[in-house]
């Protein structure tokens, strides 16, 4: 671990063309945060891979707002689909290149 931005935990979880990555930290204080990096491959310069990259900051104070909306947002996505008006992620063609190590009823 380094000083200045201590990881604590980690997960990386693949999602067909997109690798995401929630990664607690603490600061010298002891605070802890949450980053949340997505991470998309956008192709190859020189032979090597060339990634997008973009990342959020989610700190402590910010912890059970972010919790309550995510949950708010997700619940919304279940009953949409419960609908039949959307597609759920099984009934897309390519859901089976894209299955990650979560699934959405563990979110």
Excluded: C
Excluded at 82 to 95: F, L, Q, W
């Amino acid at each position: 671990m380094n000083e200045r931005n201590d990881e604590v935990f980690s997960k990386r979880v693949k999602a067909g063309k997109r690798t995401y990555f929630f990664d607690v930290k603490t600061t010298r204080g002891k605070d802890l945060y949450l980053t949340i990096t997505e991470s998309k491959r956008t192709g190859d310069f020189d032979g090597r891979p060339e990634y997008e990259k973009h990342k959020i900051f989610l700190y402590k104070e910010d912890f059970e707002k972010f919790g309550e909306g995510m949950n708010e947002a997700l619940d919304k996505i279940k009953s949409l689909w419960e609908t039949g008006e959307y597609k759920k992620p099984e009934d897309s063609p390519s859901y089976d290149e894209q299955k990650s190590e979560v699934t959405f009823e563990e979110l």
